[in-house]
């Protein structure tokens, strides 16, 4: 019996799924072996990312300033003007190009939405992780993730 336990507490670890842990850093995402994160400076992801196939600029609806929205495929990208430059303010994921570090990207059912964050993890239609300054929202339609949201508070 101590050996099956061990074993299903491997499998969880393994799985990067179980009840939810707060992040000590930024929410994250990663494309192309470049990490994007949340109020991480701008303009090496920008870089990296290459040429966008949509752009927007609105005035700052939560900071001072112009927030710029950069489109990728199954990814957007705002940004707010920091003290040191552009900085990362949300990420918009659409597609299953991209994952959580728990594992959850668009297209997961329900049911591995609370196998990684608890059986109370959904409330109506979206699961909400948040931190003291960021939240991530896993928005489901038809019990299938159909995006996912990181914003700084």
């Known amino acids: 019996m101590k050996t099956m336990l061990?074993?299903?507490?491997?499998c969880l670890l393994l799985c990067g799924?179980?009840?939810q842990e707060i992040p000590t850093t930024h929410f994250?995402?990663?494309?192309?072996?470049?990490?994007?994160a949340l109020d991480a400076?701008?303009?090496?992801?920008?870089?990296?990312?290459?040429?966008?196939?949509?752009y927007g600029e609105q005035r700052g609806t939560s900071r001072k300033g112009v927030e710029k929205t950069y489109r990728f495929s199954g990814l957007d990208v705002r940004t707010?003007?920091?003290?040191?430059?552009e900085?990362?303010?949300?990420?918009?994921?659409?597609?299953?190009?991209?994952?959580?570090?728990?594992g959850i990207?668009?297209?997961d059912t329900a049911a591995q939405v609370r196998q990684c964050f608890g059986q109370d993890a959904i409330q109506g239609?979206?699961?909400?992780?948040?931190?003291?300054?960021?939240?991530?929202?896993?928005?489901?339609?038809?019990?299938?993730?159909?995006?996912?949201?990181y914003s700084l508070l």
Do not use: H, W
């Open 87 to 102: 900085r990362i303010l949300n990420l918009l994921i659409t597609d299953d190009s991209l994952e959580t570090p728990q």
């Open 28 to 36: 994250s995402v990663t494309r192309a072996q470049t990490v994007i």
């Open 80 to 85: 707010y003007q920091g003290r040191d430059g």
């Open 125 to 149: 239609n979206r699961c909400t992780v948040q931190t003291a300054s960021e939240k991530m929202v896993l928005l489901l339609e038809n019990n299938l993730v159909a995006s996912i949201q």
């Open 17 to 19: 799924c179980g009840k």
């Open 105 to 107: 990207s668009v297209g």
């Open 6 to 10: 061990t074993l299903v507490f491997l």
């Open 41 to 54: 400076p701008a303009a090496p992801v920008l870089e990296a990312l290459g040429a966008p196939f949509g």
